[in-house]
């Protein structure tokens, strides 16, 4: 099946500061969705973004399908942003990465 | 539009006994799949449904099962309950297959 990492496995920010997220996976893929895992564990759509760049307010992604990565931007950070970040990819199925988990400190 | 509703939210089994799951997927969304989180795991794919047939399985044992109704909601089925089926257990519909997933709440298991 499809591989896909994540890094940096944590992150640790002050608030205001800006960040990226890594993903890398091992295939082509038709599908690449970021997410955010909130406290209670649901997983709230931030991208749906298979090539392209993207932006929705302080967020923004860009996926290179060519190169098999994709990058999730956070500025100007809150602590509400606080939370575990996934890249899923694939077809009828979604491999996830191991997900990021983002700290923002005020 | 109401998102994807899962029931229960919360549930706490034996092992042995089995347990049902639900899923109401987004109104006009036909394809409906299943994940399972775990902290050792992470999120794995149990099923996809599209059309009331199950279309691809995950490497899961054959006591985890499922359907689709013919109003695209799903029921997930996990016989013979051991402690590692602990997990919280996500839906996801999307409007056809491979399309962007949106995923419910979740029902969080505990086997006991």
């Known amino acids: 099946g499809i591989q896909v990492e994540q890094s940096p496995p944590d992150l640790i920010l002050q608030e205001g500061a800006n960040s990226t997220l890594r993903c890398n996976f091992s295939?082509?893929?038709?599908?690449l969705q970021w997410f955010h895992q909130n406290p209670w564990g649901q997983l709230i759509n931030l991208f749906y973004?298979?090539?392209g760049t993207k932006q929705n307010g302080r967020l923004s992604a860009t996926t290179v399908a060519t190169e098999r990565y994709s990058l999730l931007y956070i500025s100007s950070s809150q602590t509400t942003d606080s939370g575990v970040y996934f890249c899923?990819?694939?077809?009828?199925?979604?491999?996830f990465g191991a997900g990021t988990t983002v700290t923002v400190r005020a | 539009k109401a998102g994807v509703t899962q029931t229960p939210r919360y549930l706490i089994k034996t092992r042995g006994q089995q347990v049902t799951l639900s899923c109401s997927p987004i109104?006009?969304?036909?394809?409906v799949s299943w994940y399972q989180q775990t902290p050792g795991q992470g999120l794995q794919f149990l099923f996809e449904?599209?059309?009331?047939?199950?279309?691809n399985k995950g490497n899961f044992p054959g006591r985890f099962s499922g359907r689709q109704f013919s109003n695209s909601r799903s029921e997930m089925n996990v016989s013979t309950l051991e402690l590692g089926d602990s997990a919280l257990y996500l839906c996801?519909?999307?409007?056809?297959?491979?399309?962007?997933?949106?995923f419910g709440q979740g029902t969080r298991l505990t086997v006991v």
């Open positions: 449904y599209f059309s009331e047939t199950q279309r």
């Open positions: 295939d082509s893929v038709n599908n």
């Open positions: 899923a990819v694939g077809d009828y199925k979604l491999s």
């Open positions: 109104s006009g969304h036909r394809s």
């Open positions: 973004i298979p090539s």
């Open positions: 996801a519909s999307s409007p056809t297959v491979n399309t962007e997933a949106f």
